[in-house]
């Protein structure tokens, strides 16, 4: 069954036995934005079509995002995109985003992944994080280190949801962000990518 098959997260949480609980655990850590990227952005937001579709949303308004900051941790994670991600039969898809460990046989290889995007299509994001909580499930097992902790993210481009999966316990940060805030969106998406980095850290049987 694909990722995208799970229309609620209440479905996933039951069927996988997960528990479901809300704080805000982000860390806003200050990221230096390129004043070039800035007015790139708003040149795009103000004069470009941003959001007719799907995938205008993805190339616009959240991979510049994830791949202005994903430039800082290079060197140890890479940005894969659409990129399949395979579990077992009911745990499968593409995920619009994979920030994944980078792999020491080279950038073709999706080694363990940290952090999942999905786009909530049509502003739908319980939907969104079913199936990003799918993926954050399929990640964990796939990492096989049940400890480490899994980053999720649902944006519709405008907006952006955080949540972790910690052993079975997943925590959604209860107040969004917005494209609309651009610092204080780089910064809680620099803090993910600083606890991605951790991860590797902290489990290195993991790296």
Not at 64 to 88: I, M, N, Q
């Amino acid at each position: 069954m694909a990722f995208s098959s799970y229309k609620n997260i209440g479905a996933v949480v039951k069927e996988f036995q997960t528990t479901y609980t809300e704080s805000d655990f982000i860390i806003e850590t200050p990221f230096n934005i390129n004043n070039y990227f800035r007015e790139e952005l708003q040149f795009m937001m103000r004069e470009g079509v941003v959001s007719n579709s799907e995938y205008a949303i993805c190339e616009n308004l959240v991979y510049p995002v994830l791949r202005e900051v994903w430039k800082g941790y290079y060197s140890k994670f890479l940005l894969w995109s659409h990129e399949s991600l395979t579990y077992d039969e009911k745990l499968s898809g593409f995920p619009e985003y994979i920030l994944a460990k980078r792999s020491t046989l080279g950038k073709v290889v999706l080694d363990k992944p940290y952090l999942l995007l999905v786009e909530a299509k049509q502003d739908n994001f319980d939907a969104a994080w079913g199936q990003c909580l799918a993926e954050m499930i399929a990640a964990q097992n796939l990492n096989n280190v049940p400890d480490t902790v899994v980053f999720g993210i649902a944006s519709n481009g405008a907006f952006w949801e955080f949540g972790k999966l910690e052993s079975n316990l997943f925590t959604k940060h209860i107040s969004p962000y917005t494209i609309y805030e651009l610092d204080k969106l780089f910064a809680a998406v620099n803090y993910i990518f600083q606890e991605c980095e951790v991860q590797l850290e902290h489990f290195p049987s993991a790296a």
